[in-house]
């Protein structure tokens, strides 16, 4: 948490000197913590509807499943 929010200080260097420091934080570990501390507000539940064609229901269509007899249908 501290990362997230109070950020933690680097290095800089120039030259192979040390020149100062900046304070890096971590933008994504505050994502996951405001989602998961708050999730009502920072990951609502999501909701995906798919229709078919003209908003009507959607039809599955499976390839025919290969002969098992051995006649493919090709000369051997």
Do not use: C
């Given at each position: 948490m501290?990362r997230?929010r109070?950020?933690?200080?680097e290095?800089?260097f120039?030259q192979?000197k040390?020149?100062?420091?900046v304070?890096?934080y ?6 996951f913590?405001?989602?998961s501390?708050?999730?009502?507000r920072?990951?609502p539940?999501?909701?995906q509807e798919?229709?078919?064609k003209?908003g ?11 002969s098992?007899s051995?006649?493919?249908?090709h000369?051997?």
């Amino acid at each position: 948490m501290r990362r997230a929010r109070d950020g933690v200080e680097e290095p800089i260097f120039h030259q192979g000197k040390n020149v100062g420091t900046v304070r890096k934080y971590s933008d994504t570990l505050l994502i996951f913590l405001l989602k998961s501390h708050k999730p009502e507000r920072y990951n609502p539940p999501q909701k995906q509807e798919h229709t078919g064609k003209d908003g009507g229901p959607l039809v599955l269509e499976w390839p025919a499943a290969p002969s098992l007899s051995g006649d493919d249908g090709h000369d051997d």
